[in-house]
């Protein structure tokens, strides 16, 4: 079993509409957790970072943790061309400071 | 204020020889750690820096790589002789050391081929 799982895509959605993306990690440890976003060829970025249980919400994007389920999901409301990317799903340790654990990312594909 | 760099942005090389990439991380951040990406598979990480210790290594997949971070500064990742698996984008990444949030910025990635 893979630590950081992703559905690799690729995922199309609609101009406008909401893409939704899930990820599933196997560590129980595990304190913080990071969305990067990667246009190809590029470096990946941090577009949102949560560490308690429920809803963090930051413009268009909202993201959701839920411990017990060992689950993390990013909502992107309003679909933009611009958000076709590659999504990572990143997760760090207990003290901070420490390595990510990565997915393979989803591709995502925003149709005008 | 500069992102992370890195250098070179390719490298094509052949089985055997030797290559260093470097990366040169945002100033001030005292942490810095290496990633590698094979394709078709996740970002991996290698190594990490604390200023000049190693913290963590527990990445790295052999003794053909060694990283270096003199003075705390810049870091160099070489691989010595590269074989065919090492082909992949290797990034680099700091944070620093006490942050409101456990941010790591990323470079843009030095792309090796091993032939």
């Known amino acids: 079993q893979k630590e950081v799982e992703q559905n690799s895509g690729p995922l199309s959605v609609p101009e406008g509409a909401i893409a939704s993306l899930n990820c599933t990690y196997s560590?129980?440890?595990?304190?913080?957790f990071f969305w990067y976003r990667q246009y190809s060829g590029k470096s990946p970025e941090l577009i949102m970072f949560?560490?308690?249980?429920g809803d963090k919400e930051d413009g268009r994007f909202t993201a959701q943790l839920n411990k017990a389920s060992q689950y993390v999901s990013l909502l992107i409301r309003d679909s933009q061309p611009s958000d076709s990317a590659t999504y990572l799903c990143?997760?760090?340790?207990?003290?901070?400071?420490?390595?990510?654990?990565f997915g393979t990312g989803t591709r995502l594909t925003i149709i005008p | 204020e500069a992102g992370v760099t890195q250098f070179p942005s390719h490298s094509v090389i052949e089985k055997g020889q030797t290559v260093t990439l470097r990366c040169d991380p945002i100033?001030?951040?005292?942490?810095l750690y290496w990633y590698r990406r094979v394709m078709g598979k996740e970002i991996k990480f290698l190594l990490h820096?604390?200023?000049?210790?190693?913290?963590?290594e527990s990445g790295m997949p052999n003794n053909r790589f060694l990283a270096e971070r003199t003075g705390g500064t810049y870091s160099t990742l070489k691989v010595q002789p590269a074989e065919l698996e090492d082909s992949g984008v290797y990034f680099c990444?700091?944070?620093?050391?006490?942050?409101?949030?456990?941010?790591?910025?990323f470079g843009p990635g030095t792309r090796l081929t091993v032939l």
């Open positions: 560590d129980r440890g595990s304190q913080s």
């Open positions: 990444a700091s944070s620093p050391l006490a942050g409101d949030y456990n941010e790591q910025f």
């Open positions: 949560i560490y308690s249980n």
């Open positions: 820096f604390v200023k000049e210790s190693k913290q963590d």
């Open positions: 100033s001030g951040h005292d942490n």
């Open positions: 990143a997760v760090m340790g207990f003290f901070g400071n420490e390595k990510l654990t």
